[in-house]
Each structure stands twice: as C-alpha cells, then as structure tokens.
C-alpha cells in the first residue's frame, strides 16, 4: 500500500463522495426533468478518476469523455458551474451552451468532455507535445472506455505518444461495456492493458475500485512522465452502478452482475480500509459526508436560480477574434 | 388496414424487416443494433436494445446474430466492410448512430463507398446503405445535433435521402435498399415518435422524386426533412392571411429532383428554401442557386433562406429551440417574399 | 529587393520560416516535412524531403527537429494534437499532405478543432493552421485531385484561405498563423511552380478581404485560387471582343468579403462564378445563392457557374484536363451571361 | 522448406519475374513520360505478394496499397489493361479513369490498389465478412505498409476481424519506410507482428525477400482462415529498390543500405534456391525470362497503341443504374 498523507486520503474521499453524491443527485435532477439531453453517469467509478487525479496539480491537464462528471471533480472544477451546466444556464462552466458531454474548465486543465468517443487520444498528445516543446513537467492524463479502444485515434494516439515520448498517461476505464456491449464482445484481448506492448509502453491492469491500487500505479505512470521517459497504459476495471445513459433500461447485464456492485463499492472499501487502520476517524468522514451532501444541493439550488443564457449568445463565441 | 398508423421509428423497422425478408444478402450492422444482450442473455431478450433509439428492435430475433451485428465503436471499420462486401455480393446496412460521427469514417464512405465504382471504370457496385440520425432539438449539443447532410451532397457518388413521414420513411429505406449505390438515409432524432399512415407490405418510394406536400400558387416553400411539417404549419398560418404556398418536399437530396422544384419555382415566381443544416454551402443555398441559374427570368423577388445560423448547435435548451428554424420564421420569410 | 521573384511554393516556406522566427510557440508538423532522413542521417542533410512537394524544406534546418516534427501516418492523431497543443498554449502548423486525406481525420478537424471554443463558451481559444494540397491537373486522380474546401466552409469554427499568387500566399499564411482560429490553408499542388512578385519581409495579407483582381464594369467574374489566374486569361480574350469584366478573388473563403461580391455585382449586374470544386453545395453555389438573396435588383441575367463537373476526378490526362474549368469555358460563360 | 509442386515453382517463378518487368519498365516509360501521375513501384518485394496469392484462387480476394501493380500481377491480372491503366487509356482495366492508384480488377477478386493509406483494412474485413455470412471459404489478404500500420483503420480492421474470426489475412510489407520517414521512427514497435497478440491472432515476421519463408508462413495463415479459425498478421520484411514514388531522390537511404539490396534479392535467391536443388532447370526459368521480357513489352505497345477514352466518360460511371 502507497504512502498517501492523512490530508490526501481526506481529500481523495472527499473527491470521491462528491462524485457519488453530485451523480446520484443528477439522476434524480435527469429523472425530474431538469437535466435535459444526454446524461451518463460515473457512479461506481469514483476511484479512477480520483487515484490518478491525486498526483495532479491544477497545470497538468486531462481529457475526458462523454462520461466526464467524475473526472471534473477530481481535477478541482468548481461544481457551482458544473451543475449549472448541466442545466444549460448561463453560469454554467461553458455558459450553458456544451452540457454535460462538453463539460469543461481549460484553466484547470479539464480540457473537456468530449460527445466523440476515442476523440481524447490525439488532444491529449496535444497537450503533452506543448509540455514537451515548451519543456515544462506538465502531465496529461487521457480517460477513454473499454469501447473507446476499439477506436483508430487510440491507436494513433498511442503510437505517436510513445515515439514522442509524451509525458501522457493513458486511463482505459474498463466499465465492461460500450453501451449494451460487452467488452468481451467488442475487444479482441481481455485486458486492454496488454496492447501497450504494441506501443512499447509500460502496461498495467488494476482493480479499478481499488483505490490503493488505482493511487499506485498512477502514482508510477504520473513519475515516469514527468521525468520525460513518456507514456502509460493504464487499465482500471470497475463498472458503472447506473445505465449507459439515463433512461438505458440495462437489459444488457444480469442480476448477478448487478448484485456484486455492493461488495466491489470503491467508496465503501477505501472508508473501511482507511478507518480499520486509523488513518482517519468515521466522524471525520462523516463530516465530509455531511458536507458533500450539502455542497452538491447547493450546487443545484444555484444552477436552479440561475438564468438562461441570452438568445444573442448563440451567434457567440464561434470564434476568438484575431 | 390501409389506415394503419405507426411511428416513424416502426416504419424504418419495418421498412429494413421487409428488405431483409426479400433478400438473404441485405445485413444489418452497428454499435448496439442487437443490442449487445443477445451476446451473453438468452438470445430472446425482448428488451434488448435496437440502437440507441431502438429503431432496430426485435430484427436480430427474427434473422439472427449472423445478420443483424453489433459491431466495436469502429465506424471506420465497419463502415468500410460494408463497402467491401456491398462490392463483393452482400447489401449492407450499416447504422452510423449519429451523422456527427462522419469524421471518424468519412474517407471509408467518400473515398472508397462513393468512389470505388468511378475509379474502377464502371466495374464495381456499392450497393449499401447507411442509416444515420440527424437533427437539433434533442438537448444533444453540438456534436450529436448536425444535419450535415450538405456535406454528403457536395461529394459525387453517393445518394441521400431525407425522410420526412412514416410513410416515406418507409419507402425511401426500401428505395435505398435496392439501390446499387451508396445511400446515405437520414433519421431525424426529433421525429422518431412521429406517426402517420403507413401501408403494412412492401412499397417503394423512388429516390430522386420530390413530392408537392401541399399545393400552392403564391409562393414555392422548399423544406427538407422535418422542416416540411413546420412548412406546413407555416401554411396554415399564412393561409389565413390570403397567403396561398406550394411546399415542395424533395425527399431525395441526391440526386435532387431539379424539375419539380423549377417547375414550382416557374409557377409561383417566389421561393423560400427551409432547412435546419447550417446555411453555408448547404442544400439551402444550391437550391436557391439553382433557381437563380435556371429560373431567373420566373422570379419576382429575391428567394430566401430559413436555415439554423452558422454555428454549433448550442445545447442550452431555449438557445437550441431558437436554432432551429420555426413555423413563425418561416412564415415571415414567406411574408417579405410576396410582398 | 522589391522586384523579387519567387515561386508560389518559396512564397509559403518563407511565410511559415518569418513566423516561426518570430513566434518560438509555432511549430510544424506533418508527414515528412522534416525529410525523415533527419532521424538517421547526419541533421544538415540538404537533399532531405520537405513534404512530398518540398514545400517546408530547409526548415528543420533552421528550427530543429523539436519544431519540425516527421509524423507517423497518423492523420487523427497528429492534426488532433494541434488542436490539443493549440488549446494550451502553442501555434501548430499541421500539413495535411492532401485535402483528400481529410475523410481520416475530419472528427479532430471540425468536431474538435472547430468547435471546442463555442462549446467551452468562449473559455477556449484554437490558433492553428492546417496546410493542405488541393486541386486537379497532377494526373493524381480521384482520391489526390480535390478541392473540397465547400466542405469546410459548410462547418462552422473553421476559417478557410485559397491563396492564388505568391504574394497572397505568404501574406495570407501570415494572417493565419497570427489568428486566433483554426485555418485551413489550401495549396494548389498545379501551382507550387508558379512565380511572382513577394516582398521579402513580414507582411499580412488579412484574411476576410477579397481582392480585386481586375477592375471591370461589364460582368463580375469571382474566381476562387487557381482559377483568378485563368479568369484573367479569360478577361484577356473578352477585352478584345470589347467585354470588361470584374475578377474578384476572395482569398478567403471563411470569412467571405461579402461585402466586395455583393459590390462588384451591384455595379456589373452580372454574374458568374468560377471554381474548381464540385458543384453541389459548393462555393461556387453559395455565392451564386448570396449574390441572389443579397442582389436580386442588381441583376440583369441569370448568374452563371463555371466548375468541375460533379463527378470525381478521373486519371486519364485529356479526361482530367478538360475535368478543370478553363479560360475558354470562363470567356463562354461571360458571354452568355453579357449576351 | 515447404513442398512445392514444380508446376507452382515454374508459376512463382513467372509472376515475380513479370513483377519485376513490368516496374523496371513502368520506371522507364514514367522517365519517357509515357506514365503520369503518381507511380510506386514495388521491385523488390515480389516474394510478398507472389508468396501469397500463390494460395488463392481466382475467388479470393485481396485488397492493395498505392504500391499495387505487384499485387495485380500475382493476383492474376492481365498485363495489357494493366499497363494501358498506368497510360490513362480506353482499353485499361478501369477504363483509364483511375490510374497506378486505383488499378483493379473485381472479376479476379483484385479489390483495387487505394491512395489512401490504411483504407484496405475496413474494405477486407468486407469481402471477409460476405465470405462468412454467404459460408464459402473464400479468404481475403489485405497487404498494407509498415506506414499503414499507424493508421486508426488498420487498428479497428484487426480487431473487428478477430472478433468476428473473418477469413482475412493481414500482411504488413514492412520494406522499412513510410516515404521517406524510417520505420523505427514511426513505429513504436520493432516487428510489426508483434501488434498481432493486441488482437488474440498469430502473428509472424518473415524475411519477405525469402519465398518459401513467405510461402510456408502464408499457407498456414490461408488454411486457418478457409477453416473458419480467423486473421492472422503476418509481417514480411523488405526493401524496395525504387524510390517512394518515381522522382524520389532518396536523399533518406544510406549507401551502405542500397548496397545490400542486390544480396537480398527475392528473384535471385529463389533462382538459385531451385536450380541448386535441381527443382527446375536454368533453361526453363531462361525461357519465362524470355517470355516476360516479351509480355510486358507487348503490353506496353498495346497501351502506346490505345486509344484515349472519350472525354464524354468523364461524366460515366459515377452511379450504378439502379
Ligand atoms: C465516434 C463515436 N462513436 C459512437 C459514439 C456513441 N457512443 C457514445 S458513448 C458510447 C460507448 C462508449 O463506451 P466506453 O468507451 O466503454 O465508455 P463508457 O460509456 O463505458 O464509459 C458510444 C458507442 C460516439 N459518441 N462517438
Ligand atoms: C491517409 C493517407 N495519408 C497519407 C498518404 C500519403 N502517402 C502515400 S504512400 C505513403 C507512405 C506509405 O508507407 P507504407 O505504408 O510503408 O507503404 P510503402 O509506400 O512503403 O509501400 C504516404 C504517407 C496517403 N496516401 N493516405
Ligand atoms: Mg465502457
Ligand atoms: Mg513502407
């Protein structure tokens, strides 16, 4: 087990909550009408986005997906505007006009979530090749799902990181499905972290709802390329507690398969680990539970009040003035 | 039964079961089609998914896995081995779920699909269709939201067709299946749920044929896809005011039936085209340059265009609603065009 | 010095050299347009490949091979990068070797690079330019041939420059590096030999601006890239049966001078249109249907278009030449439209 | 070695040596100006598309590269529409419309040269799927470059045909540049084939100048794809002796690097292979050297000889009656 300060493992656990809470809250907000559009949820996935966001700070920068909540969260974006996104109101991180699949905030290095699948690969060598040419220790981190590695920018992605030598770590989130298909349907190998050797990159497969495990290996892949010796694959197996997207009946999986969610719960295993070895206290996770409920409710209450955008802002911000 | 009314999404459905019934060589393939269940659930799950918008549903229970496929999110692949085996005896079906995806695989459609006929001298065909969702108004942002159908337009060697009733639905899905070309068939989201009157056995609705949705003598209104219900709403409407328009619904944008538009055009003297796909080098603009070209001496005004603006589709919900071009806009373009 | 003479393709290699001095965040990459052989031969090899036309040549030389970057053939993954490096902080400049190569990468061109701004409410901003050959006339054939820049036009986000002299092409690649915006810079691979007049030190020529290319009263001609020249081949012959025409050159297609159009045909009232693109949905179109809607009055006869035919390019060389609009087809056109 | 009828030794023999005629005189007649446009010649690397399709049957298919006169003539196409192809004229095998780049030949199962790199991947899997949903035992091979392989579409076709075990072989001719990029600056693993274990199918690299290590290597990986049992990857390397296209001034090959081509010659060493072992005599491959010589000469008469197509074919040939 990594070494991970009293202050991080508060604040992994705090991240996580948030990401539970704010998704669980956006169900019930998709459910009763005020989330319009698309929405796909991260519950259960909590401690990916959070193990590899632990070793970031706010100048190094992620791409995201369509399932982009959680790695908001644990990149710092502020869930004020990230809710009010969500419901397309002005003070939303994009001014309403991206939603919950165009989620973004660059000045934390959340360059955003993205409606095209694989569509992260090449962006994130974008970032990686401006640290490199600039010469700064920036890091990137790509999210992408097991169906996303079936995409030709992955690939492409890949191979140009590695003979770059980007400082770019490469998340699969294996959630074992693409929407209704299985990953051992659509993927040729049973662990998408066994293509690295096809890149000639490190490759590592980790319990995704470890966070122990997840920290861990981040923690190595976050190292090599800050010290310029390129990129990871990394694959974090986990699942999704809710539907591909809101509304997805899940007639795709099996009540087997659903009744282990529970036992695999990242949240619950990381509180039980941290307070079994007094680490931390419950009444100080409890504390943060309590505040997590409390923040998220605010942050609906506030994209509530907030106002629409203006009709004039849709002919806005098509492009930057020279 | 010839009152039957369905869906739009239950007559592609049954548009692509009656196909698939006639001829053993017409497969079905995209992400989810079988709805990834029949994989690892007994093959009878009847709540496996259709697509995303289960207009697929049930047609891998009745021809099975070997025809009707889901495939990896690899459009690129598996849009291109609809090309290799429409060139090789099948006629595929591919779903590309959204159109917004076409950057991922265009070169496998334009390149290879639309062209492989031409640069083989007349020695190959493509029979193949590719069924794709379009439009704004489903809260889906900029990248799920696009018509971009004037992009297909613009490169030779592919047909399109843009239904916009149950029953052409139905019809133009059957024509484009039993075209020996590349058919690109737009879904639009927003009309999935709409009904209409759709006969139950095979019928075709020829590609390249418009049809006058409404007839009329003060002005051609051409609207394509879903703008031809908010054509006719307009119609309604200017009706009352003495307004009296012809709605030319072309069906086909490829290959696009130039007659009946010029036809109405020299009849009515007056033209307004209405499409929701971003004005720039669209169908709306072609349109309108064609009746510049060709029927320059009929017009009495300049035409107009009622398209969305030229930008993303914004996804916050009144930003997106005010995008997309309207009953009352397209009635006012109508107004300044005959007065 | 004012007077010097330099080809088309010496006019973009200094373009891109003079920013890249200027600017240590623009940076350059593509397909061997560092020459490969810098990787295992000694760095200061002369004879190295600049790209397939030698466009950059020299130009690892001089920046080295952290900013003149060789790419794998990785079309997504390298023009994809721009867009990510151009959105943290650098100014890529990404060749796309060809314009027909765009079906491989178009996701990262405009779903991506064209609209992250508008979906990141402004919160972004994209300065990159990606360098692209165009045109017919290399017996390149159907996939090696295009123009497609209608394409790009039709998709919001992107800007869009079709330099036609050298001195346009190193004024307008210039302004692109400088904007704030993607930019699609289209090279005319039939028109890298060409020469003319370029001034030796930085200079822009702005993007939006058309120019004119020939003043004239009898018929506004607007001729996009290659063809401007063959319009003033065009004017030549028409000046001798007493026909004046207006050569109006874009220059850039997004934005388009609107303004400058819409003038020229207020004052000829006529028009025609040449371009080397396919027809449907093109350029060509667009600004036939503006000059229509924005016009009408002004027009004296119907406007006329002078393109490629709406089929892909074939190989065989008298196919390809007479596949290309001409100065003959342009001198008939204007006749018939001042007839 | 693996056994060889004579009849078949006499064939490989044929093809490669008219291979190697016709682009020693495509390069000539490119020189004279006879042949416009873009032309890759693939002397060099005949052993690879020989030692191929010497298992397939008019049946099967293949799809090509930009680099695919090769292909045409091991596949069995007919040298006068060939070469009347690569004039542009009215008797080619696509009428003159489509060139070097897109000769093909559809009745031979010749699913055409490409100019877009990677493109042959998707169009594989294809004539590989209608093979499976019609149940015959046709088999596709898609040869593509070590170039391609760092196109999107060579990733997605290799996983789509492992998943549906289509009856597709995958043959990298890695001749170690893509133009004039080295394939270990591009690639970010040494053998290609190594990418194989990415998509659970056998992989093999082979000395693609060596026929029978070809021939031996591409029997098995034919059979198991007519038995149903899926692609396999098989990488051949070798050189090529012409530049990328012709007007290429290989300013990227070492001296040292072109001297060792002729020791390597495919031609040569097969030659000496079986007449050393006394297989067939030196006077039989004397008279197809003889025989070639005269084809290709032939050929390129009979192309000088056609006509031009009608400029009315422009507008030919762009839809299918329906
Ligand atoms: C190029 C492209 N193809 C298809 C889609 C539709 N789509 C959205 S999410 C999704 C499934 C993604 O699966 P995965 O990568 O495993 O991510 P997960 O949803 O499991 O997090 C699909 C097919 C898309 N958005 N983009
Ligand atoms: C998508 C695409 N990108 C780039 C090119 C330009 N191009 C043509 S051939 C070639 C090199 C191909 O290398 P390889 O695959 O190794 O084949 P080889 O030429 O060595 O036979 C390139 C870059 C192209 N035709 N298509
Ligand atoms: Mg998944
Ligand atoms: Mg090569």
């Known amino acids: ?322 | 039964m010839t009152n039957r009314i369905i869906t739009f999404r239950e007559a592609i459905n049954e548009g692509m079961r009656l196909e698939m019934r006639r001829d053993p060589t017409v497969i079905l393939m995209g992400e989810d089609v079988a709805g990834g269940a029949a994989t690892h659930l007994e093959e009878a799950n009847d709540e496996a998914w259709g697509g995303d918008l289960g207009v697929t549903k049930g047609l891998v229970r009745e021809f099975g896995r070997k025809r009707v496929m889901d495939t990896p999110i690899s459009e690129s692949a598996f849009i291109g081995a609809a090309v290799g085996a429409a060139s090789t005896g099948l006629r595929p079906i591919a779903e590309l779920m959204f159109v917004g995806f076409l950057g991922v695989c265009l070169d496998q459609i334009y390149n290879q699909g639309g062209k492989l006929r031409y640069m083989f001298g007349g020695k190959a065909k493509v029979p193949m269709v590719i069924r794709t969702l379009i439009g704004a108004g489903f809260r889906a942002a900029a990248q799920h939201s696009q018509c971009l159908y004037s992009v297909f337009a613009h490169l030779p060697g592919l047909k399109a067709v843009v239904p916009s009733t149950p029953y052409n639905a139905k019809g133009l899905l059957a024509a484009a299946v039993r075209d020996d070309n590349p058919v690109i068939y737009f879904e639009h989201i927003a009309m999935l749920d709409n009904t209409g009157e759709v006969p139950e056995g095979e019928y075709v609705v020829p590609l390249g044929k418009a049809e006058i949705a409404r007839p009329g003598k003060d002005a051609t209104v051409v609207a394509i896809g879903r703008m031809r219900g908010f054509a006719l709403q307009a119609a309604e409407e200017l009706a009352k005011g003495g307004i009296d328009i012809e709605v030319v619904d072309p069906q086909s944008i490829v290959p696009l039936d130039e007659d009946a538009i010029l036809s109405s055009v020299k009849k009515t003297h007056r033209l307004v085209v209405v499409d929701e796909d971003n004005p720039v080098c669209s169908m709306a603009s072609e349109i309108v340059s064609l009746a510049a070209r060709e029927a320059f001496g009929y017009l009495d005004a300049a035409p107009k265009m009622v398209t969305a603006p030229n930008t993303p589709v914004p996804f916050s919900p009144p930003l997106e609603d005010d995008y997309i071009p309207s009953p009352a806009k397209i009635a006012a373009a109508v107004k300044a065009v005959v007065s």
């Open chain 1, 1 to 322: 087990m990594a070494e991970i300060s009293k202050d991080k493992l508060l604040w992994i656990y705090e991240r996580m909550r948030l990401i539970r809470d704010f998704e669980n809250q956006a169900a019930a907000l998709f459910a009763a009408g005020k989330i319009p559009g698309f929405v796909h949820l991260y519950a259960g996935e909590e401690a990916i986005a959070v193990g590899l966001c632990a070793h970031l700070t706010d100048r190094d920068f992620i791409t995201s997906t369509h399932r982009g909540h959680g790695h908001c969260i644990a990149k710092g974006v502020d869930l004020n505007p990230m809710t009010a996104e969500l419901f397309g109101k002005a003070t939303g991180s994009c001014k309403g006009k991206g939603g919950s699949m165009h989620i973004a905030d660059v000045d934390k290095g959340m360059l955003g979530a993205n409606g095209i699948v694989g569509a992260g690969g090449p962006l994130a060598c974008g970032s990686g090749l401006m640290a490199k040419v600039k010469g700064t220790d920036q890091v990137t981190i790509c999210f992408f799902g097991d169906g996303a590695s079936e995409q030709g920018t992955m690939h492409e992605a890949m191979n140009l990181a590695s003979i770059w030598k980007l400082p770019v770590i490469f998340v699969c989130e294996n959630n074992g499905y693409a929407q209704s298909t299985p990953a051992h349907y659509h993927a040729s190998v049973k662990d998408i972290a066994d293509r690295a050797t096809a890149y000639s990159m490190p490759g590592f497969t980790v319990d995704g709802t470890d966070l122990f495990a997840v920290y861990e290996a981040a923690g190595e892949a976050v190292a090599r390329a800050r010290r310029g010796e390129g990129p990871t694959l990394l694959e974090c197996k986990s699942f999704r507690y809710y539907g591909h997207f809101e509304g997805d009946n899940l007639s795709y999986k099996t009540v087997e398969e659903k009744a282990k969610y529970e036992e695999r719960d990242a949240i619950r295993k990381f509180r039980e680990r941290i307070t079994e070895r007094g680490l931390v206290s419950a009444a100080e996770l409890d504390a943060i539970d309590a505040k997590s409920a409390q923040v998220v409710k605010e942050a609906a209450a506030f994209a509530e009040a907030s106002p629409y955008p203006a009709l004039s802002e849709i002919l806005t911000d098509v492009y930057a003035d020279a």
